[in-house]
C-alpha cells in the first residue's frame, strides 16, 4: 500500500475524518492518564451533540441540560472502566441516554415503556395519503421548519421517539441502538418503523399539498 | 407483493437491508402502486428532514455551567489522588 493520497477536489474529506478518529482515539487515551485538557477537548467536542441528543429525548431544557450535565461528570469518573470496544462517542451517547430516560421516567412515568412487547404490524397501514407537493424544505423558511420538526417530534410518543433519535437523528447503527437501550434489535426495528410512519403521518398536516402557508 | 407487506418493510427498504430478491418484488409493486409509491418517498422524506448532521453550538449559560461542574469534579479527583 502507498503513502496516503494528498486531499484533492475528487477526495476532499479523507483526511479530516481519519484524523478526527484517530484524534479522539488518542485523547482518551491522554484523558485515561489524567490529562484534564484531553478530556475538556473531547467535552467541547460533543457537547453540543450530546445536548441536542438529550434535548430530543426529555423535550425539557432543564432536564436535558441535568442528563447532559450527569453524562460527562459520570463518564469522566468511569473513564478507566472505557474498555474501548466501542468509539467513545457511542460510550458517552450510552450514558447520555440513560441519564435522559431516567428524567423523562420522572416526568412522564407512565409513558416510557421499552420492555413491552413488540406490537402487531395490523395498525400499521397509513390511513391518509396526500401528495406533498413540492420540496417542504422549499416552501419552509428555516426557523419555520425548525418550528413544526419540534412540534412533532414533541408529539411522538417517547418510546418510539427515542429509538427514531438514535437511529435517525444520531445516526447510530441498529445494533448499536439496541445495545444503548438494552432492547432486542427487532424491536429496535418494529419501533423505528412505527416511529417513521408516525412522524410522516404528523408532518403531512403541515407539508399536504394544497396548504396555505 | 401487496401494499401491508411494502408497508411493514419500508424500514428495512429504506436502510438497504432487503434481500435482494425481496426488493426487486418490492420496487415492482412500487412501480403499480401510486399510494405505496407516495407513502414510500414520504417517509424517506421524513428520515431527510430530521436527518441533520450540522454542528451544534451549545446554548452559552449552559456551556458555562457544564465547564464550570466538570473544572469542580476534576478537581475533586486531583485532591483524591
Same mark, same amino acid.
Given at each position: 500500500?502507498?503513502?496516503?493520497?494528498?486531499?484533492?477536489?475528487?477526495?476532499?474529506?479523507?483526511?479530516?475524518?481519519?484524523?478526527?478518529?484517530?484524534?479522539?482515539?488518542?485523547?482518551?487515551?491522554?484523558?485515561?492518564?489524567?490529562?484534564?485538557?484531553?478530556?475538556?477537548?473531547?467535552?467541547?467536542?460533543?457537547?453540543?451533540?450530546?445536548?441536542?441528543?438529550?434535548?430530543?429525548?426529555?423535550?425539557?431544557?432543564?432536564?436535558?441540560?441535568?442528563?447532559?450535565?450527569?453524562?460527562?461528570?459520570?463518564?469522566?469518573?468511569?473513564?478507566?472502566?472505557?474498555? !474501548?470496544?466501542?468509539?467513545?462517542?457511542?460510550?458517552?451517547?450510552?450514558? /447520555? &441516554?440513560?441519564?435522559? +430516560?431516567? =428524567?423523562? $421516567?420522572?416526568?412522564?412515568?407512565?409513558?416510557?415503556?421499552?420492555?413491552?412487547?413488540?406490537?402487531?404490524?395490523?395498525?400499521?397501514?397509513?390511513?391518509?395519503?396526500?401528495?406533498?407537493?413540492?420540496?417542504?424544505?422549499?416552501?419552509?423558511?428555516?426557523?419555520?421548519?425548525?418550528?413544526?420538526?419540534?412540534?412533532?417530534?414533541?408529539?411522538?410518543?417517547?418510546?418510539?421517539?427515542?429509538?427514531?433519535?438514535?437511529?435517525?437523528?444520531?445516526?447510530?447503527?441498529? !445494533?448499536?441502538?439496541?445495545?444503548?437501550?438494552?432492547?432486542?434489535?427487532? /424491536? &429496535?426495528?418494529?419501533? +423505528?418503523? =412505527?416511529? $417513521?410512519?408516525?412522524?410522516?403521518?404528523?408532518?403531512?398536516?403541515?407539508?399536504?399539498?394544497?396548504?396555505?402557508? | 407483493?401487496?401494499?401491508?407487506?411494502?408497508?411493514?418493510?419500508?424500514?428495512?427498504?429504506?436502510?438497504?437491508?432487503?434481500?435482494?430478491?425481496?426488493?426487486?418484488?418490492?420496487?415492482?409493486?412500487?412501480?403499480?402502486?401510486?399510494?405505496?409509491?407516495?407513502?414510500?418517498?414520504?417517509?424517506?422524506?421524513?428520515?431527510?428532514?430530521?436527518?441533520?448532521?450540522?454542528?451544534?453550538?451549545?446554548?452559552?449559560?449552559?456551556?458555562?455551567?457544564?465547564?464550570?461542574?466538570?473544572?469542580?469534579?476534576?478537581?475533586?479527583?486531583?485532591?483524591?489522588?
Amino acid at each position: 500500500m502507498g503513502p496516503p493520497k494528498p486531499l484533492s477536489a475528487s477526495n476532499p474529506h479523507r483526511l479530516p475524518s481519519r484524523v478526527a478518529r484517530d484524534d479522539e482515539h488518542l485523547l482518551v487515551a491522554a484523558a485515561k492518564r489524567g490529562d484534564a485538557d484531553a478530556f475538556e477537548e473531547l467535552v467541547t467536542r460533543y457537547e453540543g451533540k450530546i445536548f441536542r441528543l438529550t434535548m430530543n429525548i426529555t423535550r425539557n431544557r432543564e432536564d436535558a441540560e441535568d442528563a447532559m450535565q450527569e453524562a460527562f461528570l459520570k463518564s469522566y469518573a468511569h473513564l478507566k472502566d472505557f474498555q !474501548e470496544d466501542s468509539r467513545f462517542y457511542t460510550w458517552l451517547v450510552r450514558i /447520555a &441516554v440513560n441519564e435522559a +430516560l431516567m =428524567r423523562l $421516567r420522572k416526568r412522564r412515568p407512565n409513558q416510557v415503556s421499552l420492555d413491552e412487547p413488540i406490537e402487531g404490524a395490523e395498525d400499521l397501514m397509513p390511513r391518509e395519503i396526500e401528495d406533498w407537493g413540492p420540496s417542504p424544505e422549499q416552501r419552509f423558511a428555516q426557523t419555520e421548519m425548525h418550528e413544526i420538526l419540534s412540534e412533532v417530534i414533541d408529539k411522538l410518543e417517547p418510546d418510539f421517539r427515542v429509538v427514531f433519535v438514535l437511529r435517525d437523528m444520531e445516526e447510530l447503527s441498529t !445494533e448499536e441502538t439496541a445495545k444503548v437501550l438494552g432492547i432486542s434489535v427487532p /424491536a &429496535v426495528k418494529s419501533r +423505528l418503523l =412505527r416511529a $417513521r410512519l408516525k412522524l410522516r403521518q404528523k408532518l403531512s398536516r403541515y407539508f399536504r399539498q394544497g396548504r396555505t402557508n | 407483493m401487496n401494499c401491508k407487506s411494502v408497508i411493514r418493510e419500508i424500514s428495512n427498504y429504506l436502510d438497504g437491508e432487503l434481500e435482494p430478491s425481496v426488493k426487486q418484488e418490492l420496487e415492482q409493486h412500487l412501480e403499480d402502486c401510486d399510494d405505496c409509491k407516495v407513502v414510500v418517498d414520504q417517509v424517506r422524506l421524513t428520515v431527510d428532514v430530521f436527518c441533520d448532521s450540522k454542528p451544534v453550538e451549545l446554548p452559552s449559560d449552559i456551556k458555562s455551567r457544564l465547564h464550570e461542574a466538570l473544572r469542580r469534579k476534576m478537581k475533586e479527583k486531583g485532591n483524591q489522588a
